[in-house]
C-alpha cells in the first residue's frame, strides 16, 4: 500500500470538494431546461465562479493522476470520497453555519469505513491489458449504466432526476480513474505510444460528458442532494473496474470479505448522512425547486 500516493489522493480530494461547490453554486442557477444538454457547459463558461470550481478540480484531478501513477486505481480511489467531506467544511466556511453532530457522524462513518475497506482489502497487483482485450468491455458495460440512469430519470421529480444524474457522472468519473490509470501506463512507453491508442481520446470524451452529467445534477437540486451519489459511485466504479479490467486483487477470505463489506457499507452510510446536511444546500432553492426537492412546474 502506497502511503504518499494515498495522501497525493486526499490533497486531490481537496480541492475537489472545494471545485464541487463553486461548481453547485453557479450551476444551481441554470435553467432545468438544459439539464443534459451542452448549451448548460457553453452558459456556465462564462461564469466566473464556475471556472475558478473547474479549475480547482482540474487541479485536483492532476494531483489525483500523481497519486494513481503511484498506487492502484482500487488503492487510492476509495479515498477521494473525502472530497464530500472538505465540501462540507468549505460550505460551513462559507455560510458560518456550526458542524452538528450528524456532520461529524458522517465524517466518521466515511473515514473510517476508506481506512477499514483499504486496510483488509488491501488491493494490490494489477496490470494493463491490451489495447483490444474484452477486458475493456466493462467500460461499456458502464456507459450502459449511465444511459440508464438518464433515461430512468425523464418524467421524474427533480430529486430523483438529481441522484440519477450524480450516480450517472460517478460512473463517468470513475470510468476516468481507469482511463487515467491506463493511459499513465501506456505513456512509460513514450507519448507516440499514447497516441497512438484509443484510451487518451476515451478519457477527454468520458471526461466531458461526467462534467456535463454533473452539472446537470447541480443545476436540478442542492449539494445535499446531488452530490453524495457522485462521491459513493466514483470509487466503488473504479474499484470494480481495477479488477476487472486491470486484475487487481483484493483479500478473499471469509472474514476480510466481511470486514471489506463493513467498510464500503460505512464509506456509503457517511456519505448519505453527510449528504443529508443542511450545509450543503445553502446556495438558495432553484426557482424551480420547491422546499422538498420537488420540481414545480
Avoid at 495522501?7 to 481537496?14: L, Q, T, W
Avoid at 463489506?261 to 448519505?272: C, D, E, F, K, T
Wanted: hydrophobic share 55%.
Amino acid at each position: 500500500m502506497s502511503i504518499l500516493g494515498m495522501a497525493i489522493a486526499v490533497v486531490a480530494a481537496f480541492f475537489i470538494g472545494l471545485g464541487f461547490v463553486a461548481q453547485q453554486h453557479a450551476a444551481f442557477r441554470e435553467p432545468l431546461a438544459q439539464i443534459l444538454h451542452p448549451r448548460l457547459l457553453l452558459d456556465l463558461l462564462r461564469s466566473r465562479l464556475w471556472l475558478a470550481g473547474i479549475g480547482s478540480m482540474i487541479t485536483g484531478q492532476i494531483i489525483f493522476a500523481f497519486a494513481l501513477n503511484m498506487a492502484d486505481v482500487a488503492e487510492v480511489t476509495p479515498v477521494l470520497t473525502v472530497n464530500l467531506i472538505f465540501a462540507l467544511f468549505a460550505a460551513h466556511v462559507i455560510y458560518r453555519d456550526r458542524l452538528g453532530r450528524n456532520e461529524w457522524l458522517g465524517a466518521l462513518l466515511l473515514t473510517g469505513g476508506v481506512a477499514l475497506f483499504l486496510g483488509i482489502g488491501v488491493p494490490h497487483g494489477g496490470a494493463l491489458p491490451g489495447v483490444h482485450s474484452p477486458r475493456w468491455l466493462a467500460g461499456g458495460a458502464v456507459l450502459g449504466l449511465v444511459a440508464l440512469c438518464a433515461f430512468g430519470g425523464l418524467h421524474r421529480d427533480l430529486r430523483v432526476r438529481a441522484m440519477l444524474l450524480a450516480c450517472g457522472a460517478g460512473l463517468l468519473y470513475g470510468l476516468q480513474d481507469t482511463l487515467t490509470r491506463s493511459v499513465l501506463l501506456v505513456s512509460d512507453d513514450g507519448l507516440g505510444r499514447v497516441l497512438a491508442t484509443w484510451q487518451p481520446y476515451g478519457l477527454v470524451f468520458i471526461g466531458a460528458l461526467g462534467l456535463l452529467f454533473a452539472q446537470s445534477a447541480f443545476d436540478a437540486a442542492p449539494l445535499r442532494i446531488s452530490l453524495p451519489a457522485t462521491t459513493a459511485a466514483e470509487p466503488l466504479t473504479g474499484i470494480a473496474l481495477s479488477i476487472v479490467i486491470f486484475g487487481e486483487r483484493v483479500r478473499l477470505e471469509v472474514s476480510d470479505l466481511a470486514l471489506e463489506s463493513l467498510g464500503l457499507a460505512a464509506m456509503v452510510a457517511g456519505i448519505i448522512v453527510l449528504g443529508r446536511s443542511p450545509y450543503l444546500g445553502k446556495p438558495g432553492e432553484h426557482p424551480s425547486v420547491s422546499p422538498n426537492g420537488v420540481g414545480c412546474r
